[in-house]
């Protein structure tokens, strides 16, 4: 099974730097996913983690410690446009095998 | 656009109706998922197919079902419907593998709405 953990909601002001933080447990791991959501609009692709180590794009970056079974989503420069829900959700190993999303962080930046 | 289509956007039924929401895959994409999203609830995955066939199943209730069609297409049917099965439901289309080939396509959703 899988479990996902992050935290419900986060307040970060504009212009500053925000870190949301994802832990999960799982029986097979391969890689972490980095979702943005929007309320009322589809989930879009951030990034994707395989190996530890952090991954630069842009204003976003995303960590992932395997041995840990942690990855964190940060977020430099943020705007009002930043405001949304950033989903976390774990590829297990393995094909064919369905991806699990955590419940969310709702992120609002504030002026 | 992520290339995923979903129709009807939006739908308005009855407490007992049944109603068929459909999905089109990205051209190419050969596993298709569904999610069913409530208010400020997180995505909750249903089930997936792959080519035509089952592959994995969630949190599906019994009286939802689901198919994928020859040109890949997906219909989720659902029925006897009460107030709590009001939500967002999601299709999500990706190339069949591992690691980032994993990466899922959303469409921009069917907000079912049960009065």
């Known amino acids: 099974g899988q479990n996902i953990d992050q935290p419900t909601e986060m307040t970060a002001t504009e212009g500053a730097i925000v870190q949301i933080n994802c832990t999960y447990q799982t029986s097979g791991f391969n890689g972490l996913f980095w979702y943005q959501q929007h309320a009322g609009e589809a989930p879009t692709f951030l990034s994707y983690?395989?190996?530890?180590g952090l991954e630069e794009k842009g204003r976003f970056s995303s960590f992932l410690s395997r041995s840990k079974g942690y990855s964190y989503l940060l977020l430099k420069e943020l705007q009002m446009k930043d405001s949304a829900s950033y989903l976390c959700?774990?590829?297990?190993?393995?094909?064919?095998?369905?991806?699990?999303f955590g419940t969310g962080t709702k992120l609002q930046v504030i002026p | 656009d992520s290339g995923v289509t979903q129709t009807p956007k939006h739908l308005i039924t009855a407490t007992g109706q049944r109603v068929t929401l459909r999905c089109s895959p990205r051209?190419?994409?050969?596993?298709v998922y569904w999610y069913q999203q409530s208010l400020d609830q997180g995505l909750q995955f249903l089930i997936q197919y792959y080519n035509g066939e089952e592959r994995a199943k969630g949190n599906i209730l019994e009286r939802f079902s689901a198919q994928q069609f020859p040109d890949l297409h997906s219909e989720l049917n659902l029925s006897s419907l009460e107030l709590g099965d009001s939500a967002l439901y999601f299709c999500?289309?990706?190339?069949?593998?591992?690691?980032?080939?994993?990466?899922?396509?959303f469409g921009p959703g069917t907000r079912l709405t049960v009065l």
């Open positions: 959700a774990v590829s297990p190993s393995g094909g064919y095998q369905k991806v699990t």
């Open positions: 051209s190419g994409d050969l596993s």
């Open positions: 983690n395989v190996l530890d």
């Open positions: 999500a289309s990706s190339v069949p593998g591992t690691g980032a080939y994993n990466e899922q396509f």
